[in-house]
């Protein structure tokens, strides 16, 4: 007999155990201490009824695995914090449950290193460093060969030192320089073959001085000086600095850009 009382005692506290933290009971969830603030295990929906996000609180912050789920119920992110403390590791994910990022957050600041990856074909797509959510370090894109196609510097969350973009056969596509979000310095660019296509210099953000242009051969073809961005020879510039934009303008959408901004998981 007594030996029953023990085994129906622990049948209780399983049930008991079971009806307090499983997802079915609402007694438990979504408590609030008498200054406010998230004790315990949350859960919050989308209108629809549809889970937004699961997970566990204490004293109005979260601690531990946190879940956070698209409105058609796909999973969105895992979300790691510590305690005591504001730190917190993150994976975030596509619909389709591919990975799409992961980083570290500090409260709602990215931290240190970032990744974000192909929606496609999972391979890494970008490489970037913040400091308490300001952009500092390189900034690195890849393409799908894995061969880098963009560096560039950042500085207190400013374009800030040497830019690189190279061809995916790792020949240099073009060089630059900025200081403090605006383009300065000497500026190149060269054809698949390595061969200079232009050169020349920006004085914040204008074309100035001689500009340089070449062939594929690396012949030159002409010379054009700028003075604060205007072409003091108009008559030769045309054709060279329609190529030139055309260039520039080619180069867009062939660097692959995330949109980092979707990746930070919602409130």
Not at 36 to 46: C, H, I, P, T
């Amino acid at each position: 007999m007594k030996l029953f009382k023990i085994l129906l005692l622990q049948f209780l506290l399983i049930i008991l155990s079971n009806g307090c933290f499983g997802l079915g009971s609402d007694t438990l969830w979504n408590q609030n201490d008498d200054q406010g603030r998230k004790q315990g295990f949350w859960r919050v929906n989308y209108e629809t009824g549809i889970i937004k996000y699961q997970g566990f609180f204490k004293d109005g912050k979260p601690v531990g695995e946190m879940k956070r789920y698209y409105e058609d119920g796909s999973l969105k992110a895992i979300q790691i914090f510590n305690w005591p403390g504001n730190k917190s590791k993150v994976k975030i994910y596509y619909q389709n449950g591919i990975l799409a990022g992961e980083g570290n957050f500090i409260e709602t600041l990215k931290d240190s290193i970032w990744r974000y990856y192909s929606f496609y074909d999972s391979t890494l797509k970008m490489e970037e460093t913040y400091r308490s959510g300001s952009k500092e370090g390189i900034t690195r894109k890849y393409y799908n060969n894995g061969k880098t196609a963009e560096e560039l510097n950042w500085q207190n969350n400013q374009k800030h030192g040497l830019w690189v973009q190279y061809f995916d056969n790792g020949t240099v596509k073009l060089k630059a320089n900025y200081v403090k979000d605006i383009r300065s310095g000497e500026f190149s660019t060269y054809y698949p073959n390595a061969k200079p296509e232009t050169s020349g210099r920006f004085e914040k953000n204008l074309m100035e001085g001689e500009w340089i242009y070449f062939d594929e051969n690396g012949v030159e073809k002409t010379r054009i000086n700028y003075i604060k961005g205007v072409a003091q020879n108009a008559a030769e510039i045309e054709k060279e600095q329609q190529q030139f934009f055309k260039l520039i303008e080619d180069n867009k959408g062939k660097i692959p850009e995330p949109d980092v901004n979707s990746f930070i998981p919602g409130k």
